[in-house]
């Protein structure tokens, strides 16, 4: 029988039931946390920075 178990080091998912259905705020918070993990804390993967393409912005969103 396959293991359906999620690794460990990842974090919870973020699933729209969570936020009663609704696109807008489950979309928030999923960008929330996008921007703290990767336009505010720069992540390093394999020594070296993880960079976003940030143009065109829509609305004005960072990798959009």
Known sequence: ???????DWLPPLIRLEDYSGSWD???????????????????IFEGRMLGLKRHPEVQPLFGT
């Open 1 to 7: 029988m396959p293991d359906n178990s999620e690794p």
């Open 25 to 43: 705020d489950f979309f928030s918070a999923v960008y929330q946390i996008f921007m703290e993990d990767f336009v505010q804390r720069k992540p």
